[in-house]
C-alpha cells in the first residue's frame, strides 16, 4: 500500500537506509502519479529532511533498482510529458470476502454522515485499495461492490462547483437552479438552500421549495445552472414546512447495522427491536427509505403515514399480480 506523510531526518539514517528510504519514498510518489525527475527531488527534499537534490543517473539507479524488484516503471520520454510511469508492483494486496464486505459496510456509514469530503476520500482509497489487490481480490471486489449496489463517487461530472454549493447551504441562500430533470426535462426551480448529501454514489441538495411547500431534493449532476438570487420578504411566500412526527420500530435481526440519520433518533431498544422518532420534511423520501426495510419495519404513528404506506405496497401487489397474471 502506499506509505503515508513520510517525514524523516538523515542524521538518523546509514548510508544503506538512506538509499532504501529514498527508493521507498519514490514508489510512493509513482504509487500516486507520473512524476519527473525534477518533481521526484522535490518531492524528496519536502518528505526528507536535509535531503539533497539528487542527479538524473542517481534517480535512474534508484528507479532501475524498484525495476530489479519486479516494478514495470515506463521511461520519461517525449509523448509521456518526460515522467516515469509505474505500470505494475509485485506489491498486491490479497483480501478475503470479510475483509471486503467489512471496507463496503464502512463505506456505508461514511455516506450516512453528511461528510461528502470524507465520503470522497474515502472513495479514492476504494480506488487505490483496488489498484494494489491481485487479480482474483480485485474480481471479488467488483463482484461485492456491484451485489451491494455500491456506486463509486464521481464529482467530475458536475458542471458546478461543489465547494459553492456547499456554501450556499451553510448560509441557506435563496438559488435559482436550472435543472434537467428525468421526467420533465429543463425547468428552474426556486428553494432556499440546506444540506448536501450522498446516497449510493450521488449527490443531493436539500432545500424548501417556495413553489410546492416542502423540503425537495435534486440530484447535483443533473443542475445546469445555479445563481443565488433576493426575494423581497413581502413576495416570499411562508415557510409552511413544518416537519411531520413519524414513530416507527425496526427488527435487530436484518437491520443490526442501522445508524439513525440527521432526522431520526433512537427512543428506545431491546434485543430485538429499535424504536425511533423521525422529524420528517419531506414524505416521499422518508416512505422510500421505509420501504426499503421491507417487513422489518412497522409504522406506530402517525395513521396518516401508515395508510399511503399500505396504499402503495397495495399498488405495488397489483402490479406485480398483473405481471404475473398476463
Same mark, same amino acid.
Given at each position: 500500500?502506499?506509505?503515508?506523510?513520510?517525514? %524523516?531526518?538523515?542524521?538518523?539514517? +546509514?548510508?544503506?537506509?538512506?538509499? #532504501?528510504?529514498?527508493?521507498?519514498? =519514490?514508489?510512493?510518489?509513482?504509487? /500516486?502519479?507520473?512524476?519527473?525527475?525534477?518533481?521526484?527531488?522535490?518531492?524528496?527534499?519536502?518528505? =526528507?529532511?536535509?535531503?539533497?537534490?539528487?542527479?538524473?543517473?542517481?534517480?535512474?539507479?534508484?528507479?532501475?533498482?524498484?525495476?530489479?524488484?519486479?516494478?514495470?516503471?515506463?521511461?520519461?520520454?517525449?509523448?509521456?510529458?518526460?515522467?516515469?510511469?509505474? /505500470?505494475? &508492483?509485485?506489491?498486491?494486496?490479497?483480501?478475503?470476502?470479510?475483509?471486503?464486505?467489512?471496507?463496503?459496510?464502512?463505506?456505508?456509514?461514511?455516506?450516512?454522515?453528511?461528510?461528502?469530503?470524507?465520503?470522497?476520500?474515502?472513495?479514492?482509497?476504494?480506488?487505490?485499495? %483496488?489498484?494494489?489487490?491481485?487479480?482474483?481480490?480485485?474480481?471479488?471486489?467488483?463482484?461485492?461492490?456491484?451485489?451491494?449496489?455500491?456506486?463509486?463517487? +464521481?464529482?467530475? &461530472?458536475?458542471?458546478? +462547483?461543489?465547494?459553492?454549493?456547499?456554501?450556499?447551504?451553510?448560509?441557506?441562500?435563496?438559488?435559482?437552479?436550472?435543472? &434537467?430533470?428525468?421526467?420533465?426535462?429543463?425547468?428552474?426551480?426556486?428553494?432556499? #438552500?440546506?444540506?448536501?448529501?450522498?446516497?449510493?454514489? $450521488?449527490?443531493? *441538495?436539500?432545500?424548501?421549495?417556495? +413553489?410546492?411547500?416542502?423540503?425537495?431534493?435534486?440530484?447535483?449532476?443533473? =443542475? /445546469?445552472?445555479?445563481?443565488? *438570487?433576493?426575494?423581497?420578504?413581502?413576495?416570499?411566500? #411562508?415557510?409552511? &414546512?413544518?416537519?411531520?412526527?413519524?414513530?416507527?420500530?425496526?427488527?435487530?435481526?436484518?437491520?443490526?447495522?442501522?445508524?439513525?440519520?440527521?432526522?431520526?433518533?433512537?427512543?428506545?431498544?431491546?434485543?430485538?427491536?429499535?424504536?425511533?422518532?423521525?422529524?420528517?420534511?419531506?414524505?416521499?423520501?422518508?416512505?422510500?427509505?421505509?420501504?426499503?426495510?421491507?417487513?422489518?419495519?412497522?409504522?406506530?404513528?402517525?395513521? $396518516?403515514?401508515?395508510?399511503?404506506?399500505?396504499?402503495?405496497?397495495?399498488?405495488?401487489?397489483?402490479?406485480?399480480?398483473?405481471?404475473?397474471?398476463?
Amino acid at each position: 500500500m502506499p506509505l503515508k506523510n513520510i517525514k %524523516h531526518e538523515l542524521k538518523d539514517l +546509514d548510508n544503506v537506509s538512506v538509499t #532504501a528510504l529514498r527508493i521507498i519514498s =519514490i514508489l510512493d510518489m509513482l504509487l /500516486k502519479e507520473p512524476l519527473s525527475d525534477s518533481e521526484i527531488n522535490q518531492k524528496l527534499q519536502e518528505n =526528507i529532511k536535509d535531503s539533497r537534490a539528487l542527479s538524473k543517473d542517481t534517480i535512474c539507479i534508484y528507479i532501475n533498482t524498484l525495476r530489479a524488484i519486479g516494478c514495470e516503471i515506463l521511461r520519461p520520454t517525449k509523448n509521456n510529458e518526460y515522467k516515469y510511469i509505474l /505500470k505494475s &508492483n509485485p506489491f498486491k494486496l490479497n483480501f478475503s470476502q470479510e475483509e471486503i464486505n467489512s471496507l463496503i459496510e464502512v463505506r456505508k456509514y461514511i455516506s450516512t454522515l453528511g461528510n461528502w469530503k470524507l465520503a470522497v476520500e474515502m472513495d479514492d482509497l476504494f480506488c487505490q485499495l %483496488h489498484k494494489q489487490m491481485n487479480q482474483e481480490s480485485k474480481k471479488l471486489f467488483t463482484f461485492l461492490k456491484k451485489a451491494d449496489l455500491c456506486r463509486e463517487i +464521481d464529482i467530475k &461530472n458536475f458542471s458546478q +462547483d461543489i465547494d459553492l454549493i456547499e456554501k450556499y447551504c451553510n448560509e441557506n441562500q435563496n438559488i435559482m437552479i436550472l435543472y &434537467n430533470s428525468p421526467n420533465s426535462g429543463e425547468k428552474e426551480i426556486v428553494i432556499k #438552500a440546506e444540506k448536501l448529501t450522498l446516497e449510493n454514489g $450521488s449527490f443531493y *441538495i436539500w432545500g424548501y421549495s417556495y +413553489d410546492i411547500n416542502e423540503t425537495t431534493y435534486l440530484r447535483l449532476d443533473r =443542475i /445546469k445552472a445555479i445563481k443565488l *438570487i433576493n426575494l423581497k420578504e413581502n413576495n416570499n411566500k #411562508a415557510l409552511n &414546512n413544518k416537519a411531520l412526527e413519524v414513530k416507527y420500530k425496526l427488527a435487530k435481526n436484518s437491520t443490526f447495522l442501522f445508524v439513525p440519520s440527521g432526522y431520526e433518533i433512537i427512543l428506545e431498544e431491546n434485543d430485538k427491536e429499535f424504536f425511533i422518532q423521525a422529524q420528517v420534511s419531506n414524505k416521499f423520501k422518508f416512505i422510500q427509505g421505509i420501504l426499503s426495510y421491507g417487513s422489518s419495519c412497522t409504522i406506530i404513528s402517525p395513521e $396518516s403515514i401508515k395508510m399511503e404506506i399500505i396504499y402503495k405496497l397495495k399498488k405495488m401487489t397489483e402490479a406485480y399480480q398483473d405481471i404475473y397474471l398476463t
